[in-house]
């Protein structure tokens, strides 16, 4: 007869010799003779929480809520989503449904800066190195310039959080664009303002150096160039 001690003894403690023989394959197919049929405060299961585990099917206490459920759902229909815009967005397809898919998620991918466009790496890759500078002259007569963060002058670090700035200076010198060009004009004015020194006026200026293919296959940047994109005078209101 089994002692009081033996069966209030914890079954990791026993003896090996007492435990029931086990395989894995046992487990997976709910084998559990010798099991024993309670649950104990150390996480070890009944035989029949272990057969329900291994054959697949959970108990009621285990099911998933209808919150983890509509999150299930909530994820799933948003990468469905994502990966139907990302396709329609950035395939380099000539197809009449592309622009229609393209009009579509346009909202979403300005809302989240994820917009790209494929034909800066082909068919023809761009052939300019561009940036914007501002000439801030300040009431007093003083002036600086101001420029957007360029890439080439920032650390790869700087770079992860930085590259926003890039797309929006190239978007900005896209002549479709121009009506974004007294925006940014103003915040570069209240960027550089402070009450005892204000801006009186900005100057966007847009720099651009042609990379010109030589014979042996390398390429060279031509000297900088620059254009006027607007010269915009700053009144009080636009440093509120």
Not at 109 to 132: E, V
Not at 153 to 162: A, I, N, P, R
Request: glycine share 4%; charged share 25%; with cysteine.
């Amino acid at each position: 007869m089994t002692s009081s001690t033996d069966e209030t003894k914890d079954p990791i403690e026993r003896d090996p010799s007492e435990q029931p023989d086990l395989s894995l394959d046992d487990v997976r197919e709910g084998r559990l003779t010798g099991t024993k049929s309670d649950v104990h405060g150390d996480g070890l299961c009944d035989e029949e929480s272990a057969t329900s585990v291994a054959s697949g099917h959970y108990s009621a206490k285990t099911k998933a809520t209808p919150l983890h459920r509509a999150k299930y759902v909530a994820i799933n229909i948003f990468l469905a989503f994502h990966i139907v815009a990302l396709v329609c967005w950035c395939v380099p397809v000539d197809s009449p449904l592309i622009p229609l898919g393209r009009d579509l998620v346009r909202p979403y991918f300005l809302w989240s800066g994820l917009f790209q466009s494929w034909d800066m790496f082909a068919p023809i890759p761009k052939s300019a190195n561009t940036y914007i500078e501002a000439v801030v002259v300040y009431k007093d007569g003083s002036q600086k310039t101001w420029t957007l963060p360029r890439m080439e002058q920032l650390s790869l670090t700087e770079k992860l959080f930085k590259e926003r700035y890039r797309k929006f200076a190239d978007n900005l010198q896209r002549e479709e664009n121009d009506d974004l060009l007294p925006d940014a004009a103003r915040y570069i004015a209240r960027l550089n303002s402070s009450p005892g020194r204000p801006v009186k006026m900005v100057t966007l200026i847009q720099k651009w150096s042609f990379i010109v293919p030589r014979a042996d296959g390398s390429y060279i940047p031509e000297p900088w160039q620059e254009h006027v994109l607007l010269g915009y005078g700053v009144r009080p209101e636009d440093l509120q």
